[in-house]
C-alpha cells in the first residue's frame, strides 16, 4: 500500500515518478522484493474494491493518461488544511480515492513533470507545469496552462501564489477573478481552508494529479501563426522544462503561416541535462526565420 500511495512503483514493475532510489530488491523483506509482493508493482493480488475505485476515477485517462492521485479535496466545506503551496511535503488524513468524503494527501517526489488538476467529475481541469504553479511569487498574473477543459491549446490564465497568503496557490481554469458562468472562475485549487469552493462543493471535490512522463515523445515548444504572432510562448523557466520533459529529447516547432519547409520543425538534441532552450532558440536565433526576436 506504501509503494502505491507514495508511487514507488508502476503497475508494469518499473520504477515510479516517488521511487527514492536504488533497488526494489534493496528494500525487500524476507527475500521478497514489491515486484512479487505488491499488485500496483506488477505482483501480489487484485484488489478488487481499489481497482474498481481506480477505474471510476474518470481523470485518469486525461490527455493519455499516466496520472498519479496524490492530493483530494473533499465535495463539502473549504479547501484542504495543508499549506505546502504543492510542493509535496505535506501528509494529512487517510489515502484513498477521488471522491472520498473527507481530505487526504500523500508526499511525492518533486521531479514530477506536470500537474493535473480537476474536479472529481472532470467536468472541469487543467494541465499545467509545477513552474508555472510554485516556481515564484505571483499576484493577479498570467501563467500558463498547457490543455484544459476549455481549451485544446496552449494559453494564460491569472492566478495567485502570493508569499503572505496561506491559501495560495489559487488555480483556475479562467482568470481566478473573473465571474460569470465559471462560479470562482472554475477554481480547481486552493489551500489552508480557502473559502472559494463553489465549484468544488458543486462537482463532488477537487483532485490533484502528477505524471513523471508524458504519453508521447515529444512536446510542443511553442507555436506561431506567422514568424511574428507567437500563439505560445512560455517563460524561460516553462519553456526549458518543457524541453527536459522529451523522453526522446525532440523539440518540437509550429508555424502556421510559414513557408512549407519551415511550418513543422523537429530538432533533436543528444543531451537535454542543463540545455537552455530559450537561450538558443529565443534570445540567439534571428527574428526574421520565426524562432524569436534578435
Excluded at 511569487?137 to 496561506?166: C, F, G, T
Amino acid at each position: 500500500e506504501d509503494y502505491r500511495v507514495l508511487a514507488f512503483c508502476k503497475p508494469d514493475g518499473s520504477y515510479g515518478v516517488g521511487w527514492i532510489g536504488g533497488s526494489f530488491e534493496d528494500y525487500a523483506t524476507g527475500g521478497i522484493s514489491a515486484r512479487e509482493a505488491c499488485c500496483q508493482c506488477g505482483g501480489g493480488s487484485t484488489n478488487t474494491t481499489e481497482d474498481q475505485a481506480a477505474s471510476d476515477d474518470c481523470a485518469l485517462a486525461i490527455d493519455g493518461g499516466g496520472w498519479i492521485l496524490v492530493r483530494h479535496n473533499k465535495g463539502s466545506g473549504n479547501w484542504g488544511s495543508w499549506n505546502d503551496n504543492l510542493t509535496g511535503i505535506a501528509e494529512s488524513g487517510v489515502p484513498a480515492d477521488g471522491s472520498a468524503a473527507h481530505d487526504w494527501t500523500v508526499p511525492w517526489n518533486s521531479t514530477h513533470k506536470q500537474f493535473l488538476f480537476a474536479l472529481a467529475d472532470c467536468s472541469q481541469w487543467l494541465i499545467t507545469m509545477p513552474s508555472e504553479v510554485n516556481g515564484m511569487n505571483y499576484a493577479d498574473e498570467p501563467r500558463w496552462i498547457l490543455k484544459s477543459s476549455d481549451q485544446d491549446m496552449p494559453y494564460q490564465a491569472k492566478w495567485h501564489n502570493r508569499a503572505e497568503n496561506v491559501e495560495d496557490p489559487l488555480v483556475s481554469v479562467q482568470d481566478h477573478d473573473e465571474s460569470g458562468e465559471y462560479g470562482s472562475s472554475a477554481m480547481l485549487y486552493g489551500e489552508s481552508y480557502a473559502t472559494s469552493v463553489e465549484q468544488k462543493n458543486a462537482h463532488g471535490g477537487a483532485n490533484v494529479y502528477i505524471r513523471g512522463s508524458l504519453p508521447e515523445d515529444r512536446v510542443l515548444l511553442y507555436a506561431v501563426s506567422n514568424t511574428s504572432n507567437l500563439t505560445f510562448m512560455p517563460g524561460e523557466d516553462t519553456m526549458n522544462s518543457l524541453v527536459r520533459m522529451s523522453d526522446g529529447n525532440i523539440i518540437h516547432r509550429e508555424c502556421s503561416g510559414c513557408d512549407g519547409t519551415h511550418s513543422d520543425i523537429f530538432m533533436v538534441r543528444d543531451e537535454m541535462e542543463g540545455y537552455s532552450a530559450y537561450e538558443d532558440l529565443i534570445v540567439n536565433w534571428r527574428g526574421d526565420l520565426g524562432f524569436g526576436s534578435a
